[in-house]
């Protein structure tokens, strides 16, 4: 038996990097649940390497026409729509074997939030006895809506080490179908509950300095699932909040997130280096993109970080992105002597005025500054930027695309989504840009339609995907793959049947497009096609090259 479990909820999606899920906040409730006196288990759902192709759902039948064939080329975007991870049946089944009286289940991100529901009603279905707590940061922004549903008992806003540990010595000797008193439960932080016909919320609860994880609560995550290249993939998170007040983020300043927090370097480093003596670590990812913003703390942590692994080949990466203001040559040297080979920049745009739209520091010559320095250090770089937000322009941000062609980087292209509890969720609230279902906020279905038609979204994606291609077979051959004649076109995609080496057809359409700008697709017969996209955008993007 255990007290408490704590569930880490399967997804729908597209796509999954699995090792950016491991449950780390779980595990540091688990942690305090555990010095607290309380036995508790994790339940990853998503810790399984099979998933299961499921039909689009109704409210994504835009997708169909951009994602409804298969493409095997390097330029393709998504295709399959799948289940990652456990069914909600069998997740309710190892509940209901463990018999806690209290379950937590995470709802982190809004356009999940119809699994974590799953979740919870699958769980109360198959073990009633226990309480169902929900947190995250969806609940945190819509604590009304998540408590509209009998399945959820209560919820906990904000972070939830502290909160948990009280509802749980709340409840432990609770008889099951019974709830305590009202003002029992308001003694505790950032507690959301039914009170008769009324809703009761407490302030978001965050704590004053956060802290990593003990070998107790690193030994309840799955760390066969989380590898690379047959080593342990590790997740740090060394940092909370964010100084910074990006309209497009959360967890902005401007939000109504916490204020930022930097945990101790040697906090961070005991961390490391417990989890270094239990595993053989390949893999470190950092999910903080103000990793570097204090430069005695990044420089001590990454010299601590050198003499844990010392004459050991580890990588690291914070793959949330860096800072570029906040990088300079005694930092990026310190970074690779440590194990980083590639540095993921947040750019955001290179447009003036849609940097101040998106009310972000601007790093335009900080980022140029950057891959100087990685050439010379012989790193690796992907900038990122963010397209078709609401108030961009389509033109904006294939000329962000194009200001990264002859930078020695990688392009990263994400597409808005409108994050809940950002400023700039609040204006398309108010100019009612917002898509109808908590489902499509998520950058794979092109939320937001404004400045940006969705059409020329899906363009701008695939060419950010077209773009690289061409960076990378330039670096190999010097020039740009030819072109054919306009006239052959025709026989070409008509004569092309049977499979393809990826690499061929992908050389193969690029030429295509490159003749006549429009983006094709290859499926697994070698079949040719059209992909809907933007004929201005496409024109001009070959018109740059030419």
């Given amino acids: 038996m255990t007290d408490v479990v704590l569930v880490a909820p399967p997804i729908r999606e597209f796509y ?19 010095k607290a006196g309380f036995s508790s288990t994790i339940i990853d759902a998503l810790a399984r390497d099979k998933s299961k192709i499921i039909e689009y759902p109704e409210e994504f039948h835009h997708l169909v026409p951009h994602y409804g064939r298969t493409d095997i080329t390097f330029f393709s975007l998504f295709h399959h729509y799948r289940h990652f991870g456990y069914s909600f049946e069998h997740i309710a089944n190892l509940t209901r074997q463990e018999k806690p009286f209290l379950v937590g289940i995470s709802a982190l991100f809004t356009p ?111 760390w066969h ?13 060394a940092s909370r909040g964010c100084p910074f007040s990006c309209s497009y983020c959360a967890v902005s300043a401007a939000g109504n997130y916490a204020d930022f927090r930097m945990r101790p370097v040697k906090d961070v480093l005991d961390e490391i280096k417990l989890q270094a003596e239990s595993k053989q670590i390949g893999f470190i990812d950092f999910e903080d993109e103000n990793l570097t913003l204090k430069k005695s703390w990044v420089m001590e942590l990454l010299e601590g970080i050198q003499q844990i692994f010392k004459g050991q080949e580890v990588e690291l990466r914070a793959m949330n992105g ?20 590639t540095l993921n ?18 790093v335009r010559q900080a980022h140029d500054r950057v891959l100087d320095i990685a050439k010379d250090l012989n790193m690796d770089c992907v900038s990122y930027l963010l397209g078709a937000a609401p108030g961009q322009t389509a033109e904006t941000t294939l000329n962000d695309l194009l200001a990264l062609a002859a930078r020695r980087t990688i392009a990263g292209l994400s597409i808005y989504y409108p994050a809940p509890g950002s ?124």
């Fill in 225 to 237: 699932f989380y590898q690379r290249n047959k080593k342990a993939a590790i997740t740090i998170v």
């Fill in 345 to 362: 920049l947040s750019v955001g745009s290179f447009c003036a005025a849609q940097l101040k739209r998106f009310k972000r520091p601007d």
């Fill in 322 to 341: 860096l800072f570029p203001p906040s990088l300079d040559t005694e930092i990026l040297t310190a970074m690779k002597a440590a194990g980083f080979k």
């Fill in 423 to 546: 400023v700039d969720y609040a204006l398309c609230e108010k100019q009612q840009l917002l898509p109808h279902d908590f489902s499509l906020m998520r950058s794979t279905v092109f939320p937001v339609a404004d400045t940006t038609s969705r059409r020329e979204a899906v363009t701008l994606l695939r060419l950010a995907r077209i773009l690289n291609f061409l960076k990378s077979y330039v670096d190999q051959h010097g020039i740009l793959p030819n072109s054919f004649s306009s006239q052959d076109i025709s026989d070409i995609e008509n004569s092309c049947h049977g499979k393809m080496d990826r690499h061929k057809a992908s050389l193969l359409l690029i030429r295509l497009f490159l003749t006549d700008a429009i983006p094709r697709g290859m499926d697994h017969e070698g079949r040719i096609y059209h992909h809907p996209h933007s004929t201005d955008l496409c024109k001009n993007f070959i018109s740059f090259f030419q």
């Fill in 112 to 222: 999940y939030w119809g699994q974590a529901l799953d979740t919870a009603r699958a769980v109360k279905r198959f073990w009633p006895n226990a309480f169902i707590v929900l947190g995250g940061h969806h609940v945190t922004q819509f604590p009304k809506n998540c408590l509209e549903y009998s399945e959820i008992d209560f919820l906990i806003q904000g972070e939830g080490e502290i909160p948990m540990v009280q509802l749980a010595r709340l409840l432990k000797d609770q008889t099951p179908g019974t709830l305590p008193e009202a003002a029992d439960l308001n003694q505790i932080s950032g507690i959301g509950f039914r009170h008769g016909n009324d809703i009761v919320l407490n302030p978001p609860f965050w704590a004053d300095s956060p802290h990593g994880l003990d070998q107790n609560a690193l030994d309840k995550i799955d």
């Fill in 16 to 34: 999954l990097t699995k090792k950016r899920t491991i449950p780390y906040g779980l595990a540091c409730i688990a942690k305090e649940l555990e």
